[in-house]
């Protein structure tokens, strides 16, 4: 139970930036703790444990989604968006929110959760070349979004 303590601020990021609300974010979380200690005995090497619970929860997540196929604002402020004041928090993750759930996803393991290309490729499955241009293509939406005044956002 340690481990998971380790990792669980990082699992709720993720999690909050894949379903918004925090009831299903505390389910998928739950359900991934159950997967993993049912099947831990399929992890090979425990220094891949972060990458392989954060796979289950992504699948989780996605499971969740295609259940309920609803969108929820997000007024929460993720702990790993620094040097902004509140507003400015809840705006950035505004923002992340109107992206796509692949350009939210490598977003948040990329910039949020500090993992490297390379890492977000294998947990996504992915090439990195994809990471790149949906990194690319979710900072061009996201200075879009930007770049319009907030009257204009529905703010």
Request: proline share 1%; aromatic share 10%.
């Amino acid at each position: 139970m340690y481990i998971i303590r380790e990792v669980e601020g990082s699992l709720y990021r993720v999690a909050k930036g894949i379903l918004y609300s925090d009831m299903d974010c505390a389910d998928a979380i739950q359900e991934t703790i159950i997967k993993a200690y049912s099947s831990i005995e399929g992890l090979k090497n425990e220094k891949y444990f972060k990458t392989w619970i954060t796979r289950i929860l992504i699948n989780k997540c996605r499971d969740l989604l295609a259940t309920k196929k609803k969108v929820v604002p997000v007024y929460e402020i993720n702990e790993g968006v620094v040097d902004l004041n509140i507003s400015q928090k809840i705006e950035v993750w505004e923002a992340i929110q109107n992206l796509k759930e692949e350009m939210r996803v490598v977003i948040i393991l990329y910039y949020i959760e500090g993992w490297s290309l390379k890492e977000t490729a294998e947990l996504l499955d992915i090439a990195e070349g994809t990471v790149k241009s949906r990194l690319a293509r979710a900072r061009v939406q996201l200075a879009s979004y930007f770049d319009h005044p907030m009257e204009q956002r529905g703010v």
